[in-house]
């Protein structure tokens, strides 16, 4: 899935990172398919997204979708349920950051996030520098 993210913003989390992430309690992760399935175990994810959970708000860490299975509703359908199990698992309020002109914003926007604040100059990796962070929140 390192393939989804821009090398040019060094945004990529690598798999051991992710694996990590995965052995704590309160994160997350969601799966689909290119059919908008939860892959079994032989299939192969088209898209994920990583969150953490702390006390009744969500933090929404990563959503991928491979790079050749974009615009086909993947990324919507993963938002839907992440915010749906986030949900029912009695979250009131969810957050995401992202960096100030990331396509992802009108997704975020569709589903319900608001920005709430801004970190001036805060991705300086790579070939970018000086690009500000946005937060956004959805209440539930």
């Given at each position: 899935?390192?393939?989804?993210f821009?090398?040019?913003?060094?945004?990529?989390?690598n798999?051991?990172?992710?694996?990590?992430?995965?052995?704590?309690?309160?994160?997350?992760?969601?799966?689909?398919?290119?059919k908008?399935?939860?892959p079994?175990?032989?299939?192969k994810?088209a898209?994920?997204t990583?969150?953490r959970?702390?006390?009744d708000?969500?933090?929404?860490?990563?959503?991928?979708v491979?790079?050749?299975h974009?615009r086909?509703?993947?990324?919507g359908a993963?938002?839907?349920?992440l915010?749906a199990?986030a949900?029912?698992?009695?979250?009131?309020r969810?957050?995401?950051?992202?960096?100030?002109g990331n396509?992802?914003?009108?997704?975020y926007?569709q589903?319900?996030?608001?920005?709430?604040?801004?970190?001036?100059?805060y991705?300086n990796?790579?070939?970018?520098a000086?690009?500000?962070?946005?937060?956004?929140?959805?209440?539930?």
């Open positions: 899935m390192e393939g989804a821009d090398p040019a913003f060094g945004e990529a989390w798999r051991r990172q992710v694996s990590d992430a995965l052995v704590l309690a309160n994160c997350r992760c969601h799966l689909l398919d290119v908008l399935q939860v079994d175990a032989n299939g994810a898209g994920f990583l969150s959970q702390i006390l708000e969500e933090e929404l860490l990563l959503i991928a491979l790079p050749a974009r086909n509703g993947i990324a993963l938002m839907d349920r915010i199990d949900r029912a698992r009695g979250v009131t969810m957050f995401l950051e992202m960096r100030d396509p992802a914003e009108a997704l926007r589903h319900g996030f608001e920005p709430v604040g801004r970190r001036p100059n991705y990796r790579g070939s970018i000086g690009i500000d962070a946005i937060t956004f929140a959805l209440g539930l």
